[in-house]
């Protein structure tokens, strides 16, 4: 009966989202609701470049650093570490990883990508700065690949977020991925890596396929 | 080997032993028998070490078959101890108290195939499947490219060969079929 008991108070709530009361730094009491105190709930806005010639330089410049957020999705993820060591060595091309969402431009979906990973990835793609790139590798993300057919994979990743370049392969090698990050410079520098104001033009499109897969939507619907 | 399986065919009751190899045996037995016959085997034969908990679902005969494979590492020998139970309500005692990553297991399947273990700690949370709400994905019922269908935006345009027939037309074109 214990155990019973004790199951009903462990389902699972994210302790960071839950209403708590802190200590201040001055030694005060308040209470917080981080659903509402630590997320923005406006919408995404369409960011129009001001002056073209200004934006061309910062595209080049964009496009001539292209910081990779380290998560990895599927299998494709184990390509990375050979793509930044020595033997084909990204670092040449501008290319660096870098450890949060916040502080990178370049979202790499690596692989097959199941429904709660999907919610992961959802979270830090918004979190990202804009901006932002996405690079999908691999035929599971065109059309499913060989999980065409799974129900806990997802088969067109670019109904859930806008989606730069792809790059086919099962797995692509080191080489394709470095033509992909050329063909997004090539992308950037041309003005045409748009998926952030993607995003935010069919935002509602979006959060309704989003929520039509992820059934137990249990975080913040603007992750910003 | 044989000297275990007398002893245990002594106390329990034993429907079916398949010998694989010398030291690996399947024993088929009652599903109230089964907990008592684990107990029986870790404490007094030294089947100290629980490799694996699985599942078979025999959807025609509408049973389950639940496995528990048992290692004993001092004599080197493995046993699997199998137990029907109906599909239907399927429930089963749960074993965690004998150790306790069968809980975990137990998790899984609770989530994967809807057998349920009451008491089994942490049981009723979703394991790998965050809010799923159709029938458990694992079980033979589930149609899983029909839900893929349903749920995923299938890209148009895919085809499918059979691997028989595509690689007679590509080996040998000239034989009819």
Same mark, same amino acid.
């Given at each position: 009966?214990?155990?019973?008991e004790?199951?009903?108070?462990?389902?699972f709530?994210?302790?960071d989202l839950?209403?708590r009361?802190i200590?201040?730094?001055?030694?005060?009491?308040i209470k %917080?609701?981080?659903m509402k105190d630590?997320f923005?709930d406006?919408?995404?806005?369409?960011?129009?470049?001001?002056?073209?010639? %200004?934006e061309?330089?910062?595209?080049?410049?964009? $496009?001539?650093?292209?910081?990779?957020?380290?998560?990895?999705?599927?299998c494709?993820s %184990?390509?990375?570490?050979?793509?930044?060591?020595?033997?084909f060595? $990204?670092?040449?091309f501008?290319?660096?990883m870098r450890?949060?969402?916040?502080?990178?431009s370049?979202?790499?979906?690596?692989?097959y990508? $199941?429904v709660?990973?999907?919610?992961r990835?959802?979270?830090?793609?918004?979190?990202?700065?804009?901006?932002?790139?996405?690079v $999908?590798?691999?035929?599971?993300t065109?059309n499913g690949?060989?999980?065409?057919d799974?129900?806990?994979?997802?088969?067109?990743?670019d109904?859930? %977020?806008?989606v730069d370049?792809?790059?086919?392969?099962?797995?692509?090698?080191?080489?394709a991925?470095?033509a992909?990050f050329?063909?997004?410079?090539?992308?950037i520098?041309a003005g045409?890596?748009?998926?952030?104001?993607?995003?935010?033009?069919?935002?509602?499109w979006?959060?309704?396929?989003q929520?039509?897969i992820?059934?137990?939507?249990?975080?913040p619907?603007?992750?910003? | 080997?044989?000297?275990?399986?007398?002893?245990?065919?002594k106390?329990?009751?034993?429907t079916? !032993?398949?010998?694989?190899?010398?030291?690996l045996?399947?024993i088929?037995?009652e599903?109230e028998q089964?907990? =008592?016959?684990?107990t029986?085997?870790?404490? !007094?034969?030294?089947f100290?070490?629980f490799?694996?908990l699985?599942?078979v679902?025999?959807?025609?005969?509408?049973v389950?078959?639940?496995?528990?494979?048992?290692?004993?590492?001092?004599?080197? !020998?493995?046993?699997?101890?199998?137990?029907?139970? =109906?599909?239907e309500?399927?429930?089963m005692?749960s074993?965690?108290?004998l150790?306790?990553q069968?809980?975990?297991?137990?998790?899984?399947l609770?989530?994967?195939y809807?057998?349920?273990?009451p008491?089994s700690?942490r049981?009723?949370? =979703?394991f790998i499947?965050?809010?799923?709400?159709?029938?458990?994905?694992?079980?033979?019922?589930?149609?899983?490219?029909?839900? =893929?269908?349903?749920?995923?935006f299938p890209?148009?345009?895919?085809?499918?060969?059979?691997p028989?027939?595509?690689?007679?037309k590509?080996l040998?074109p000239?034989?009819e079929?």
């Open positions: 009966m214990a155990i019973e004790q199951n009903k108070k462990n389902k709530i994210d302790p839950e209403k009361e200590l201040s730094p001055d030694g005060e009491i %917080i609701d981080p630590y923005c406006a919408k995404p806005k369409v960011h129009e470049p001001a002056n073209k010639v %200004i061309k330089f910062l595209n080049w410049s964009r $496009a001539n650093s292209l910081w990779v957020l380290a998560f990895g999705t599927g494709g %184990i390509e990375i570490p050979s793509l930044m060591t020595s033997r060595d $990204a670092n040449r501008g290319v660096q450890p949060t969402p916040r502080q990178s370049v979202f790499i979906i690596s692989g990508l $199941a709660k990973t999907l919610k990835v959802i979270r830090s793609y918004e979190q990202m700065q804009e901006p932002r790139y996405v $999908a590798l691999g035929s599971c065109v690949g060989m999980y065409y799974s129900y806990n994979t997802i088969n067109r990743l109904y859930y %977020i806008p370049v792809y790059v086919a392969g099962c797995m692509p090698r080191p080489e991925m470095l992909g050329n063909k997004l410079k090539e992308r520098k045409r890596a748009e998926g952030a104001n993607e995003y935010a033009e069919k935002f509602d979006y959060k309704a396929n929520k039509k992820i059934k137990d939507w249990n975080m619907d603007y992750n910003w | 080997m044989e000297q275990i399986l007398q002893d245990i065919g106390q329990f009751k034993i079916d !032993i398949v010998k694989k190899r010398d030291n045996n399947f088929t037995c599903k089964t907990i =008592s016959l684990i029986y085997l870790r404490d !007094i034969k030294g100290s070490h490799v694996l699985s599942v679902d025999w959807i025609e005969d509408g389950f078959q639940l496995v528990y494979f048992l290692n004993n590492p001092d004599k080197k !020998i493995d046993i699997g101890i199998r137990t029907m139970i =109906s599909r309500n399927a429930t005692t074993a965690h108290h150790w306790e069968i809980a975990t297991y137990q998790r899984e609770k989530e994967m809807g057998i349920d273990f008491g700690p049981v009723d949370e =979703s499947l965050e809010g799923w709400d159709d029938i458990p994905p694992m079980r033979r019922e589930f149609d899983t490219k029909k839900y =893929s269908e349903e749920n995923f890209r148009e345009g895919r085809e499918t060969n059979d028989e027939e595509y690689m007679k590509k040998y000239d034989e079929k």
